[in-house]
């Protein structure tokens, strides 16, 4: 981890892309479920105004939002708003609502700092926080990498994917130069990928041969995500072969991303064993 | 040493209620979080009731549950059954309030505000063929936590 990390000793991921549709709020809650397998406090703050993440995540309750948290904007003012999802274990969430669309029209020079003052002395109290980021490189976007130690593109395997994951680079590029010295670009994962598809190939192979060592992996295009989705459960969760694949994909991008600290492992020997899940009856074959 | 003072409490922001969709440009802002300052807003000119809409982020905690309710053909009955009974209620308590506030006493509030922020008031008011007593009525019931 970055010693100049914005957080420090936090990983702060933003998942991030111009495009929409193509897998963030996915990508987030596949690696919130894989952090929380192995038992890592995990903070998902949905910066989203379509509050798909929060909706996935099924809190009980949600008194207050990102929209709240970014209109106060104090030090360390999101630990109100923050409230316990309903996935078993260790996730939490900065629930986010409609009404988030409001801050998307407030900026000024310097509301691109709003989140992470509020999360300042907060996001301490957590291991791995993943910030799901709206369609949109705007000012949501732009609190969501000044808040950030690691911008992760998503992209899908498709003709737009270059050039959205490309404009996703450039974003991450200036937020770097302007304000968030320390964001890094984590790099670029491509999504819904069917290997058997061979415009799929074609398109992982460009995406290769433009970003190089940027591209992180691919994610399997699996029913069972979706399913997942669907029951407000993890996929970690689900009851199908598709499901572990798409397991086995989140963790070798979660270790890719956020390797488990020493101190993280020691310390979990403190933390409550997550309860069981229970899996909904349709959860067959994907 | 002294104690640090004690932190205000997180609020809804003022323009919770408001849908996006609807121009924020029209909506003309005051503050009255702390009465004296100018720092913290709430909108006028828009109702404060919020726009009734079947869009699934109005309370997204209660969306899943209610997804999963209607997975159901009971749960989506009982549902149905529910809104209705809600829409009736809420149709009886707005021509009770609209009633009340023809009826109540009105008093005189005074507050210190920017001569600007009354130029607005007034001019947004009379765009909209009402006056500024209403604005500052809707404005403060649907700022109102309780
Ligand atoms: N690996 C996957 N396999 C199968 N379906 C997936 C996968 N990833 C995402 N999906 C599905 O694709 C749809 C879009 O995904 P998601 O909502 O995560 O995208 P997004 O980028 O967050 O969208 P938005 O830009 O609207 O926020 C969802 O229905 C989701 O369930
Ligand atoms: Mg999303």
Redesign the pocket.
């Given at each position: 981890m970055s010693s100049q990390s914005p957080i420090p000793g936090r990983r702060v991921i933003a998942a991030l892309?111009l495009k929409?549709?193509?897998?963030?709020?996915?990508?987030v809650l596949g690696l919130a479920g894989a952090a929380a397998t192995q038992r890592r406090r995990t903070l998902v703050v949905d910066l989203?105004p379509?509050a798909?993440a929060t909706a996935a995540l099924d809190p009980r309750e949600a008194p207050f939002t990102a929209s709240d948290v970014l209109f106060d904007a104090r030090p360390g003012i999101a630990s109100e708003a923050i409230v316990p999802s309903g996935w078993p274990g260790t996730v939490s969430l900065l629930p986010s609502e409609r009404a988030l669309e409001h801050r998307a029209g407030d900026a000024s020079p310097d509301s691109a700092g709003r989140l992470r003052r509020a999360l300042e002395g907060v996001a301490e109290d957590y291991d791995l926080v993943l910030i799901?980021c709206?369609?949109s490189l705007g000012e949501l976007t732009r609190n969501a990498l000044f808040a950030a130690d690691l911008a992760l593109v998503?992209t899908e395997p498709s003709f737009f994917a270059v050039a959205a994951a490309q404009q996703a680079l450039e974003a991450v590029g200036l937020v770097r130069e302007h304000g968030n010295p320390s964001l890094q670009a984590g790099g670029i994962v491509a999504?819904?990928v069917r290997p058997t598809l061979p415009e799929h190939v074609f398109r992982m192979d460009e995406l290769r041969a433009a970003f190089g060592g940027l591209i992180l992996g691919a994610?399997?295009?699996?029913?069972a995500?979706?399913q997942a989705?669907g029951a407000c459960v993890p996929v970690q969760s689900w009851q199908s072969h598709g499901a572990k694949e798409?397991c086995l994909a989140f963790d070798a991008l979660l270790k890719r991303l956020a390797p488990r600290t020493g101190s993280e492992m020691s310390a979990r020997s403190v933390t409550p064993t997550p309860k069981s899940v229970e899996i909904p009856a349709q959860g067959g074959a994907s | 040493m002294t104690n640090p003072s004690p932190r205000p409490a997180l609020r809804k922001a003022p323009d919770a209620h408001i849908h996006p969709a609807l121009a924020l440009g029209a909506v003309t802002l005051i503050d009255l979080r702390e009465p004296d300052s100018a720092a913290i807003q709430v909108e006028l000119a828009v109702p404060p009731a919020p726009i009734e809409t079947n869009s699934p982020h109005d309370a997204p905690a209660d969306r899943a549950k209610e997804d999963r309710k209607k997975r159901t053909a009971k749960g989506a009955k009982n549902s149905k059954k529910q809104k209705n009974k809600k829409a009736v209620k809420a149709g009886k308590k707005a021509k009770k309030k609209g009633k009340k506030r023809q009826l109540a006493d009105r008093i005189d509030v005074r507050r210190e505000i920017p001569p600007t922020v009354r130029r607005q008031l007034r001019t947004g008011a009379k765009a909209r063929g009402t006056s500024v007593d209403e604005v500052v009525t809707s404005v403060l019931e649907g700022w109102s936590p309780s």
């Open positions: 892309s929409g549709g193509v897998g963030k709020t996915s990508v989203d379509q798909n799901d709206p369609p998503v999504n819904r994610l399997p295009d699996r029913s995500v979706q989705q798409a | -």
